[in-house]
């Protein structure tokens, strides 16, 4: 007797493309992105179970010792210890399949696979790029910045110029944009979506939610942020209690140290720069030398950075900067079958291997000790949501003549020794 494919094993048939994480990770989520194939991972379903997940830091021993024994004794003090307490965020994808598509292939699993298996690539894909992308930002979830903008008097179009044309690899055609002064301060209520991105020149063209679009808000200003609508509450993300977003190296690594109000997962991180890392600014250095000098200073403190990451092109002055003196690397996941090149330098600890990111800000490189780091997540990130019933892979849209799939994950970026990592300023 034939078996006839309906909805439910339509998208049964498809989830099965996706219960192989060595594969869609592969294909999908690792292939572009370095430093989040790289970073550990805990992925299991107890992976951040909990409200939040206790990272202690002992960042300084308990004092009492001196050549003298009443000194030692009366100058006690217990060990520093911090605890960051962290919580998860969470981040989705919606993927909608029309119900013609699944009357047109009701017939044939195959086609329907075919199908719809691009929806689902791309929006895997999409979810992933965010989560790289959040990987090196300070967790309020913004993406870029305005250099100019021009506003048409005419009609609602709109016209951008981001500050530094390398952010243009976050942004794509159809996203929704919305824009604050600050970095996290309150988003506009108005909006821009984005109808054409030049990758040449980082300028981004959309469509304004007033007309005409110079009726914009004062937020749609030179050097404001950008951010994806529901990316930064309305009230913005003053803290990281209000984060949308994960908190990433430039959360956990600070270019700018932190103020004597600080609090970062419940800890004033100003008291020592244990708990905030290292910055060095080697904009007046060639890219070698500040890279050198930079992991000198963090072995100072006990660091062993092993990996570094920089966008391309600043990897690429590196290489030329090297000549033939270059030494070429390629760095194997442990899971996926996939691997990154990479160029070798020396370091006090030994060498370190430097990897190009797209996501990574222009002129910074992270200096990482990799094992310090942790992204934490309840089971894949991203994966399929059943919500605790397997066959619930699809729902049915209640407005509409269609079925609703959902990516996502619920996870975050921890690091139990920020003090042993970096960031530098680099002079390309």
């Not at 989705?92 to 690539?121: H, P, R, S």
């Not at 290489?319 to 020396?346: C, M, P, R, W």
Request: hydrophobic fraction near 40%.
């Amino acid at each position: 007797m034939a078996t006839y494919a309906t909805a439910s094993n339509q998208v049964a048939a498809l989830k099965e493309l996706y219960d192989d994480p060595t594969q869609y990770m592969k294909d999908l989520v690792y292939k572009k992105n370095p430093a989040l194939a790289l970073v550990p991972k805990d992925e299991s379903p107890d992976g951040f179970a909990g409200k939040y997940i206790p990272v202690p830091i002992v960042f300084g021993t308990g004092q009492g010792r001196s050549h003298t024994f009443s000194n030692a004794q009366s100058n006690q003090t217990a060990p520093q210890i911090a605890s960051f307490f962290v919580y998860r965020v969470s981040d989705y994808q919606v993927v909608t399949i029309t119900n013609e598509l699944l009357e047109a292939t009701k017939n044939n699993a195959g086609a329907f696979v075919d199908e719809a298996k691009l929806n689902m690539d791309t929006g895997f894909r999409n979810l992933s790029n965010n989560l790289a992308h959040d990987l090196y930002a300070s967790g309020t979830g913004s993406r870029g910045n305005i250099g100019s903008i021009v506003l048409s008097g005419a009609n609602n179009s709109v016209t951008i110029n981001l500050l530094s044309a390398s952010q243009v690899v976050q942004f794509e055609v159809g996203m929704t944009l919305v824009a604050s002064l600050t970095d996290g301060s309150a988003p506009s209520a108005d909006y821009v979506v984005i109808t054409a991105v030049n990758r040449r020149s980082g300028v981004l063209t959309g469509t304004a939610s007033v007309n005409p679009s110079n009726t914009l808000s004062a937020s749609w200003a030179a050097n404001s942020f950008l951010y994806v609508q529901g990316d930064i509450p309305v009230g913005g993300a003053s803290s990281t209690g209000s984060f949308l977003a994960p908190s990433g190296f430039a959360a956990w690594i600070p270019i700018v140290p932190p103020s004597g109000s600080d609090n970062f997962w419940n800890v004033n991180r100003s008291v020592d720069t244990r708990l905030y890392g290292q910055s060095f600014n080697a904009q007046s250095e060639s890219i070698e030398e500040g890279l050198i000098d930079a992991a000198s200073q963090i072995a100072q403190e006990g660091g062993q950075p092993d990996y570094c990451f920089m966008n391309f092109l600043s990897y690429a002055a590196l290489e030329k900067s090297l000549g033939s003196k270059v030494q070429y690397v390629s760095v194997k996941h442990d899971e996926a079958d996939i691997a990154f090149a990479g160029i070798t330098i020396n370091a006090p600890y030994g060498p370190i291997t430097v990897i190009p990111d797209r996501n990574c800000p222009s002129q910074t490189a992270y200096l990482l000790e990799l094992e310090t780091w942790k992204f934490r997540s309840l089971n894949k990130a991203p994966h399929v949501l059943t919500y605790g019933l397997e066959g619930l892979e699809g729902v049915r849209v209640g407005n509409a003549d269609a079925l609703e799939i959902r990516i996502g994950y619920y996870g975050n970026l921890i690091c139990c020794a920020p003090g042993w990592n970096g960031v530098v300023q680099l002079s390309s």
